[in-house]
Structures are given as structure tokens and as C-alpha cells.
């Protein structure tokens, strides 16, 4: 997994991968739909012009690397104050569900809705989404609703990252070639879908 959390990047809005269908009844009634476990995220990066030389070769060089092997890249919220949330953990076992119980953030810690973050299991990072404003009680444990199922089981004591969240995936995009401009820039576009 190649780490390119300090890359500067824009970044559209998450686009939720679901797998899902809706059955629609034979004979009129009720439409429902069948959800299945897995659902994650994909998010569209690009990053500002760069000199090619020297920062534009070694992000090239590692952009062409995490293609391979996956790459790690920090989401920014715009306008978005996190303040700080301490460091949370995960409260007891969580065999999944979509209510996580947290420990350890600081006292007080606010929560808002639609607020990225990440549950850290075994070295990877799941990225997941608030479903609603929540505040943390006065020795920074509480739960958190989020937007998607949880996607691993966890034991407890693995590390919430509300601070810094970040996406691990596989990259793709059109334009990961590496030819400079006339004008000796280059930017980059990518796209990181979460593999699991």
C-alpha cells in the first residue's frame, strides 16, 4: 500500500458502490430492496499543477506504484473544522451493524453528520460516513450512526480515525500518463476505490 497522504488534492464527492437490487412485484405491492454486505466507497481525486521536475516525476513514480499495489490518500472535507477528536477507539466487539461505540476520543467531541472516517482493522483503512450528529460524553465514549453497514468484524481497541480520514484502494483514471506540459507542469487525476 503506497502512502500518498500528503499529495494535495481536490476531491469530488464520495460515489457510494452498492450491490443491491430492487425487487418489483409481479402483481403490483410493495417494492423492496435487497441489500448486500459490501457496500463502499469510491472518490475522484486531482491534484494542482506541479513543477515536473522534481515533485512531478516522484509523484508520477509513485502514482504508477500505488496503481499496482494500492494506494492510501487523505480526504478533505472542505470548509470543514474537525477540531480535535483525541483518539478514539473501538468500544467492545462489533460483529457489524451500523452503530459504532467508541472510547477514548475527547471529552465532549462532536461528531456531525456526513463527517468522514476511518476504522483502522488489522493495518487497513475502511472509510465510512456519520449518519448523524453525535456527542461524545464527558470521558469521550459514545456511538456513532453511520451511512453504511460495517464491513469487518472488529474485537474491540482498534483505532477510529476522525482527524485525518483517509480512502484505501485501487487507483485508476484516464489521465495517469506522465508527460509534462510545454510549460513544465503536470497535474494529475485519479480515481480510488476502496477493495474491500
Request: aromatic letters at 8%.
Amino acid at each position: 500500500m503506497i502512502d500518498l497522504t500528503d499529495l494535495k488534492c481536490s476531491v469530488a464527492d464520495p460515489t457510494m458502490l452498492e450491490w443491491a437490487a430492487l425487487m418489483e412485484p409481479a402483481l403490483g405491492g410493495v417494492t423492496q430492496k435487497v441489500a448486500r454486505v459490501g457496500t463502499r466507497f469510491s472518490l475522484d481525486f486531482e491534484t494542482p499543477d506541479m513543477e515536473y521536475e522534481s515533485e512531478g516525476r516522484r509523484t508520477s513514480a509513485r502514482l504508477q506504484r500505488a496503481q499496482r499495489e494500492g494506494g492510501r490518500v487523505r480526504i478533505r472535507q472542505p470548509g470543514f473544522k474537525v477540531g480535535s477528536p483525541g483518539a478514539p477507539l473501538v468500544s467492545g466487539a462489533h460483529t457489524g451493524g451500523m452503530t459504532l461505540l467508541i472510547e477514548g476520543a475527547t471529552p465532549r467531541y462532536a461528531v456531525r453528520e456526513g463527517q468522514a472516517l476511518n476504522l483502522i482493522v488489522n493495518g487497513r483503512y475502511y472509510l465510512y460516513f456519520a449518519s448523524a450528529a453525535a456527542l461524545l460524553d464527558g470521558s469521550g465514549a459514545g456511538e456513532i450512526g453511520l451511512t453504511t453497514p460495517m464491513r469487518k468484524h472488529m474485537a474491540g481497541g482498534e483505532h477510529v480515525e476522525l482527524a485525518k480520514p483517509c480512502i484505501e484502494g485501487w487507483l485508476s483514471g484516464n489521465n495517469l500518463s506522465w508527460q509534462p506540459r510545454t510549460d513544465g507542469n503536470i497535474n494529475f487525476a485519479f480515481s480510488v476505490a476502496e477493495r474491500a
